[in-house]
Structure formats: structure tokens, C-alpha cells
């Protein structure tokens, strides 16, 4: 059975950097998936096709990937990474405000303040990248229509995938994250290694903690609980990603030193691309 690992690259969610990794290890038997029409349109079938016609490829991302379950003569390795529902909006929002695009979120982005942004996403016929996006995502991806609410089903069909044997990482804790990463995938590729070297990334405000109250101090009482409220199955969902990943991490002997490991190899790559 061939195996293939499918990233579900989240928007904002460290998977460029994690496509980084990937591409390193693989190399052109790396994907990173752009057309997204096809994906969007016929998702498995095409899927199908499309590794069926490129045998070379060992790993594909993709922003729009598909249910990956049912292909035929290849294994899918799913994997995806999660980050706080809240505490994302800033880094969506900051994007947004630099993106040279003409895309809808990014003229809101630079016309509106944040507090003016969050109530635009929480209008139900803007995309949802902002309201239970990452349930939406892991459930049924961009099937689910932006004016339809995320509900208990959807969160039923996202929280399978951790029993599925997809990997779902935390952003967050992203070091120990790529950690077990390497552990579970490198049962099928002995010699992965996913030290990296930070791509794409947006500057914080701070802290998690201090992240957060300058989100609800930005935002006032009002939209603060109005963008809880739209996210309360994504902050859910999230939780038990925290969960799961605390209890695969205490399933790995030794896991410190692992760690410690990683983090110098990580140390290793960006000292090389400085003096390079």
C-alpha cells in the first residue's frame, strides 16, 4: 500500500513552516498543492487522480484538501495542526492587513480597525475563517457553506479524526507537536526529520495570556463574547487537541530528551540559513 501524508494546511495555522519541513524531507516528492478549484469541486476522485498520475509524490498540502478516506491503493497519513480560535484572529487579522490581495478579507482587513473586522467575519454571509473554521475544516472542509451554522454533527465528524489516525498537532505547542510528528511518521519514513526553520510567520502582540487580553480589551465585552460564541466548538475542539496530544506525549519514553534533540537541530538549521 503506498502512503501518502496529507497535510490539511489550516490558514494561519504554522503550515507553511510545516510544508517547509516536508519539502525538506521529500523533496520533489513534495507537493504543495494550489489548485484549488478541482480539489473544491470533485475532492476524493480528483485526489484519486492526481496522486494516481504522480507516483513520485510521498507528501501534498493542500489549504482545500479533501476527505482523504477511500483511496484506492494508497494509504493517506492525514495531519493537521490547530490553533486557540481567539487567540488566531490576531494573526488573521495582521496577515490580512499586510496581504497584497484584492480578496474580500484583505480590503476589510485594511478598512477596518479590529474591533470592526471581528463583527464583519461574524456576519453569516462572509467566509467563516474566523467562526468554528478549524471544526468546519476537519468535518467537511469547504463543503460547509458560510451561512450555515457549525453544529453537533459537525463536531461529531471533526473529533473523529482523532481516532482516525490523523496527527493533530497543536500550534501552540508546536516543538513538542512535530516531536511526536516525527515518532508516529517515522514508523513509515524511518528518517524524517521535521527541525525547521520559521516560515511566514506574523508578529504577536505578546504572550498567550497578554494576547489575550488585548483581544478582549480591543474588541469590548460585546464582540468579545459574540466571537467566543461563534467559536465555541472550535475552543472545544481545541481542547481535546491539547488533550491528545498530552497523552501521546506521555506514551513516548524519554520523551525530554527527544525534545531537547529537536529544539537543536531547529537551532542548527537557523544558524546555517544566518550564515548563509
Wanted: charged share 30%; aromatic share 10%; net charge positive.
Amino acid at each position: 500500500m503506498r502512503l501518502v501524508i496529507t497535510h490539511g494546511h489550516i490558514f494561519k495555522n504554522a503550515g507553511t513552516t510545516f510544508d517547509w519541513a516536508l519539502r525538506r524531507n521529500f523533496g520533489e516528492g513534495f507537493c504543495d498543492h494550489r489548485d484549488d478549484a478541482p480539489m473544491r469541486q470533485r475532492g476524493r476522485d480528483y485526489l484519486q487522480e492526481f496522486l494516481t498520475d504522480h507516483p513520485e509524490i510521498n507528501a501534498l498540502s493542500s489549504h482545500h484538501m479533501c476527505d482523504t478516506r477511500g483511496l484506492l491503493g494508497i494509504k493517506p497519513l492525514p495531519v493537521f495542526f490547530l490553533r486557540h480560535p481567539l487567540l488566531r484572529v490576531l494573526s488573521v487579522y495582521s496577515f490580512e492587513r499586510k496581504q497584497k490581495s484584492d480578496t474580500p478579507g484583505a480590503q476589510a482587513a485594511k478598512k477596518y480597525d479590529l474591533k470592526d473586522y471581528v463583527k464583519w467575519r461574524m456576519e453569516p454571509s462572509v467566509g467563516r475563517t474566523i467562526r468554528d473554521y478549524q471544526v468546519a475544516y476537519l468535518a467537511y472542509g469547504c463543503k460547509l457553506r458560510n451561512s450555515q451554522s457549525v453544529g453537533l454533527k459537525h463536531f461529531s465528524a471533526a473529533a473523529e479524526r482523532f481516532g482516525d489516525g490523523s496527527l493533530v498537532g497543536v500550534v501552540e505547542d508546536f516543538d513538542r507537536s512535530l516531536v511526536v510528528f516525527e515518532k508516529e511518521l517515522g514508523k513509515h519514513f524511518p528518517n524524517i526529520d521535521l527541525s525547521y526553520v520559521r516560515q511566514n510567520t506574523t508578529r504577536s502582540v505578546g504572550s498567550e495570556q497578554r494576547n489575550m487580553n488585548y483581544l478582549a480589551r480591543e474588541l469590548g465585552d460585546e464582540v468579545f463574547e459574540l466571537l467566543v460564541e461563534n467559536n465555541s466548538f472550535d475552543l472545544a475542539l481545541y481542547r481535546m487537541a491539547k488533550e491528545g496530544l498530552v497523552q501521546k506525549i506521555s506514551d513516548i519514553e524519554g520523551f525530554e530528551v527527544h525534545l531537547e534533540d529537536f529544539r537543536n537541530r531547529c537551532d542548527q538549521l537557523s544558524a546555517s540559513k544566518k550564515r548563509a
